[in-house]
């Protein structure tokens, strides 16, 4: 058996680095894996959330994989707050890990910033719980970005700590999937920085709800430089708004970034851009229509998503009384996912 867990937060904007760095290959692996993918909204709450919101963008991240064609018959959607599993995996395995192991971890350093004292300690453990996430269900491959790559190392360490420790051979060591073209999508108004939900410009990022006016301003808006487009790939070196432009086209295209810049050699980025405004127009169009019919209907998302939190428990119910029958707890085979 093959299983993937992959999740994302119900933060901020769902943009399209969301879309191609992640929910567009969930699609795709469908029909190789039985696949978990979750609202990872326990991970959400490190940092402040306003309540309200919250709730909103769990809908929202649901409705947009729904809508990208993430068969939620076939597999399991579900909220990570609804299944128990993940809170209580996650402190035995607190108790695994090691201080040194999370002090390694640089995302913690880059979101903690200078006022690491004030950070919250959910942000200091959260690779634990990411961890709990993969462990809960034995998850064998997890979809990985280049930033969640060493949390996904630290998954392997803390399985293999807990097999060591206690003679056993539960957990296996999830393998990591990366994908190709513009698995790291940038900002188009700086081709060095990750497009994120957070930026303060929403020029920054094209966000799945958008419309295709919206989608169209912001491409021409985007950031370039004045030479001509390259032959090859080679070519883009030292230009990272160019080569972040061409990745997106070749990854809406469903091409290589060689087959991109062939097609496009010699050209200026002003007919470039109409091209890609284009592209991007006709890809994203049906999934943003299809997400806010979903969203205009909240009743059917709660049941998908409590349908989907049901599957999730029997998977991981099983999981966690072996977990407790082997740390020594009391009543293991009572216990409730």
Not at 36 to 53: K, M, R, S
Not at 188 to 207: C, E, P, Q, V
Not at 312 to 326: D, G, N
């Amino acid at each position: 058996m093959r299983r993937i867990f992959s999740g994302i937060q119900p933060t901020g904007h769902l943009h399209l680095g969301n879309y191609l760095g992640a929910i567009r290959n969930w699609v795709r692996l469908q029909d190789d894996f039985e696949c978990l993918f979750c609202v990872v909204d326990l991970h959400a709450i490190t940092v402040w959330q306003d309540p309200a919101e919250l709730r909103a963008n769990t809908r929202r991240i649901a409705a947009a994989m729904l809508a990208a064609g993430v068969d939620a018959g076939k597999h399991i959607v579900f909220v990570q707050s609804q299944v128990a599993a993940h809170a209580q995996l996650a402190w035995i395995l607190n108790c695994v890990a090691r201080l040194g192991w999370l002090n390694r971890m640089t995302q913690f350093k880059e979101k903690a910033g200078k006022h690491r004292e004030n950070a919250s300690v959910g942000l200091y453990a959260y690779p634990n719980l990411m961890a709990a996430d993969i462990l809960a269900y034995k998850a064998t491959h997890v979809p990985v970005g280049e930033d969640q790559k060493q949390h996904l190392e630290l998954t392997r360490d803390i399985a293999q700590k807990f097999n060591a420790d206690y003679g056993v051979a539960l957990f296996p060591l999830p393998e990591p999937l990366i994908f190709g073209p513009a698995t790291r999508v940038m900002s188009l108004r700086d081709g060095k920085a990750k497009m994120s939900k957070s930026d303060a410009s929403d020029y920054s990022r094209i966000n799945m709800t958008d419309d295709a006016d919206a989608i169209r301003r912001k491409i021409q808006k985007a950031t370039s430089d004045p030479g001509m487009l390259p032959e090859t790939p080679s070519g883009l070196e030292e230009r990272p708004e160019a080569a972040n432009l061409l990745g997106i086209y070749a990854a809406l295209a469903d091409e290589t970034l060689e087959q991109t810049c062939g097609r496009f050699a010699g050209g200026m980025f002003s007919s470039f851009k109409r091209e890609l405004a284009d592209l991007a127009v006709a890809r994203l169009g049906p999934i943003t229509s299809e997400m806010r019919r979903l969203e205009a209907d909240p009743a059917h998302l709660d049941a998908v998503l409590a349908d989907g939190a049901g599957r999730a428990r029997t998977v991981a119910e099983p999981v966690l009384r072996e977990v407790f029958e082997v740390v020594g707890f009391l009543s293991a085979g009572h216990y409730r996912a």
